[in-house]
Each structure stands twice: as C-alpha cells, then as structure tokens.
Nanobody, 122 residues
C-alpha cells in the first residue's frame, strides 16, 4: 500500500497558476490509478481529476476541464496537478487519492493524503 503526501498549495491571485504534487512512498505506485479531489469550506469533497495507472487516460470534472491537467511520473512516484486560470471558486483543500482503477467516486479510493490548501484571491 502507498502513503501519499501533497505539496504545492498556497495563495495565488485569480488568473494565476499553481502546480500541486503528491509524493507516494511504498511499493507499486504504478499499480494504482490516482485522483485529485477537493473540499471547499462548508461543502462536500468533490472529484477534480483522475489518471490511469500508466497515464494513458485522464478524466476531469467539468468545472476544471481545460484549466487543470493531471499527470504522473511513475519513475518518481509522483502525481501532479497543474492548475491554470485559477478562480476564487477553486479555493479548497486538495487531496490526492489512490485506487485500483480510475473512478470519479470518492468511495472507490482507499488511500488518501492529508491535503494541501489552495486559496485563490479575487
């Protein structure tokens, strides 16, 4: 089983960019599909993006499509989320998660990081 640690969050102005990273320790990172979820204050956690085991397929929430890009480097055991054209409504704690197959359902993911805060000012 992998352990996940996110980094790269911070404060950015609307229209700016951030790149989140999720470092995985443990074995067999490439055996897992990975995803990003986010949770804004007072709201439920929601799906952002998912990527298959060898990065052959990616999936995005409509709210981030065209602005966010998920990628992974299996040699470095790291998942990324490049976030461009950020909006205040993107403000949330961002979590990475691992599953045996790509999914947009939170319940399909059994390993989670601790989260990293992203704040977008208007």
């Amino acid at each position: 089983q992998v352990q996940l640690v996110e980094s790269g969050g911070g404060l950015v102005q609307a229209g700016g960019s951030l790149r989140l990273s999720c470092a995985a320790s443990g074995r067999f990172f490439s055996a897992y599909a990975m995803a990003w979820f986010r949770q804004a204050p007072g709201k439920e956690r929601e799906f952002v993006a998912a990527i298959s085991k060898i990065a052959g397929s990616t999936f995005y929430a409509d709210s981030v499509k065209g602005r966010f890009t998920a990628s992974r480097d299996n040699a470095k055991n790291t998942l990324y989320l490049q976030m461009n054209s950020l909006k205040p409504e993107d403000t949330a704690v961002y979590y990475c998660a691992a599953s045996f197959s790509p999914s947009i359902r939170e319940s399909d993911y059994n390993t989670w990081g601790q989260g990293t805060q992203v704040t977008v000012s208007s």
